[in-house]
């Protein structure tokens, strides 16, 4: 598992891979971002090759539902690590504003309430997670495991279905 640091890159290090017979599984959200990036991957360097694009939204069995990666974790593992890094602690609304990912919706909260979202703060909020968790040996709620069993059960089965012949013979 490979991260590339979001849809922006994901091309150009596919590409890297590609030039050594590697087709690499990607993993995209089920964002507009992800829409668009899919969409031209699959004109360009992914041509004919579907199942090696997976979105998020199918991994998690959520056709066409907006789905990013931060959803797996939900709210209740993200708030906590993001709050500290606002001026005043963001709360969702819990009245069933559950429309598009976590992380629209914690944009559209921080939008309401004028509190300004540092930038990168996913990337900052998914650091700290990762050292904490490697501090403390945190066991994740149930809902998180589930929705990550998902995925990887997902990742698995496309591995599989790749052939040993699609594979350069040093992976083999």
Request: glycine share 8%.
């Amino acid at each position: 598992i490979t991260p590339c640091g979001g849809t922006k890159l994901v091309g150009h290090l596919a590409a890297l891979f590609l030039g050594q017979d590697v087709r690499p599984l990607i993993l995209l959200d089920s964002d507009e971002a992800g829409r668009v990036r899919r969409d031209a991957l699959l004109k360009e360097l992914y041509l004919g090759q579907d199942s090696h694009i997976i979105m998020l939204d199918d991994a998690l069995e959520q056709p066409g539902i907006t789905v990013e990666i931060e959803d797996i974790l939900g709210e209740d593992v993200i708030l906590p690590i993001l709050n500290p890094l606002l001026s005043e602690p963001l709360r969702l609304p819990a009245d069933g504003g559950k429309a598009g990912s976590l992380p629209d919706r914690i944009k559209a909260a921080a939008k309401e309430k004028s509190i300004e979202l540092p930038d990168g703060w996913k990337t900052t909020v998914a650091l700290q997670l990762v050292s904490s968790w490697a501090q403390q040996g945190i066991v994740l709620p149930d809902v998180v495991l589930e929705k990550a069993g998902k995925l990887f059960f997902a990742l698995e089965e496309r591995f599989a279905s790749s052939t040993p012949a699609q594979m350069p013979a040093w992976l083999r």
